[in-house]
C-alpha cells in the first residue's frame, strides 16, 4: 500500500521473539534493554518448545492472580513461588559469588519482616520457647582473618514447633527468637536460644498447589538465619543449618549449601551451663562468619 513502511519483520511464529525483542530497540536503559530483550528471546522459545495451549496460558495468569492475592503485610506468595523454583537462590549466588575465601550466602525467606531488637552479648533470644537450649557462639572476620569489630549479627529462627513469631501473632511474644548482636573487639559475638526445628513453608496458597501437583514436599531443614554486616565490607545473608536436620538434602527452596552444615553436639557439663546461664545438657555450635571486603569505587 503507498505511504506506508514496515520498521521490520512482521509477527509470526517463526519470527516472534525476534519481532518483540526488537520492539525494545529503543529503551533508554541499557541495562533494562538487555533484560527485557533476552526475556522476550526465551520466553517464547519456552512457548514454543511446550506448545503452550490456550488452556495452559489461562490458567498460568489465574495462578500468577492468586499468588498476588495472598500477599499481604506477613506472607509474600511471590517470594515462595521464586524460592521454590530455585529462582531466588541463583539470583543470590550469583550476585555474592564468594571464590571460596568467604561465607556463602543462601536465600533471605520471607519471614524477614520485623527489625530484630538489639540485644546484649549473650542475651537469650529464646522469650518463650520450650525447645533443647543452645549456645551459639562465632567471629566475624575479614578475608585475610582479621577480625571485624562491631559487625551487626542479625539473626532470626523458628521455634520448637516450625514456626516464626510473625506466624503466631499472640502465641509467641513479638520478637521472639530473633536478635542483633554487636561483636566484640576480636569479632566475637555469643547468643543463647534453642535448637531450631525443621519447618514447612506456607503451602495452603498457590504455590502449595504447585509443589503437591509435582509430588514435592514443603519443608525447609532446621537452620537459623544469619544477616552480618559491617563498615567496609559487604554484607552477607546466610543460614546455619543443623547437621542431621531431616530435609537437610531435600529442602523445598535448594538454600542449602556444604559450608553452612553444622554439628550441634549435646554438652553434659553443669559448671558450663551455669556460666552460659542455660539448663544442663544443652546444645552447641559454634559459626565463624568470613566477609569479603566491599568494592572501592573508581576516584
Request: glycine letters at 8%; proline letters at 9%; a negative charge.
Amino acid at each position: 500500500m503507498s505511504g506506508t513502511t514496515t520498521a521490520g519483520p512482521m509477527f509470526s511464529e517463526e519470527r516472534s521473539g525476534e519481532v518483540v525483542a526488537a520492539s525494545f530497540e529503543n529503551t533508554p536503559d541499557p541495562r533494562l534493554k538487555q533484560v527485557l530483550t533476552s526475556l522476550a528471546h526465551h520466553l517464547h522459545a519456552f512457548v514454543k518448545d511446550v506448545e503452550l495451549t490456550e488452556e495452559e496460558w489461562e490458567t498460568a495468569v489465574a495462578f500468577l492472580t492468586r499468588t498476588g492475592q495472598m500477599c499481604d503485610d506477613v506472607r509474600q506468595e511471590f517470594i515462595l513461588l521464586s524460592d521454590v523454583l530455585g529462582v531466588s537462590m541463583l539470583v543470590e549466588t550469583i550476585n555474592h559469588r564468594t571464590g571460596g575465601v568467604s561465607t556463602e550466602s543462601t536465600v533471605l525467606g520471607p519471614f524477614h519482616m520485623v527489625e530484630s531488637p538489639p540485644r546484649a552479648p549473650g542475651a537469650d533470644i529464646a522469650l518463650a520457647s520450650k525447645g533443647p537450649p543452645c549456645l551459639v557462639t562465632g567471629r566475624v572476620t575479614g578475608p585475610d582473618g582479621e577480625p571485624v569489630p562491631a559487625a551487626l549479627v542479625d539473626v532470626w529462627q523458628a521455634n520448637e514447633e516450625g514456626f516464626y513469631d510473625v506466624q503466631q501473632p499472640g502465641v509467641q511474644p513479638e520478637t521472639n527468637l530473633r536478635g542483633l548482636f554487636t561483636a566484640d573487639d576480636d569479632g566475637r559475638f555469643w547468643f543463647r536460644s534453642i535448637v531450631p526445628r525443621y519447618y514447612p513453608i506456607p503451602d495452603d496458597g498457590p504455590v502449595g498447589e504447585l509443589l503437591a501437583a509435582t509430588g514435592r514436599h514443603p519443608n525447609r531443614p532446621a537452620h537459623v538465619h544469619f544477616i552480618v554486616t559491617a563498615a567496609g565490607y559487604a554484607p552477607v545473608t546466610t543460614h546455619l543449618f543443623v547437621e542431621g536436620s531431616p530435609y537437610i538434602d531435600s529442602d523445598a527452596v535448594f538454600g542449602v549449601k556444604e559450608s553452612l552444615i553444622r554439628e550441634f553436639p549435646l554438652v553434659d557439663d553443669p559448671e558450663r551451663a551455669a556460666r552460659a546461664g542455660l539448663a544442663n545438657p544443652f546444645h552447641t555450635v559454634h559459626f565463624d562468619v568470613t566477609l569479603q571486603r566491599e568494592p572501592r569505587s573508581a576516584p
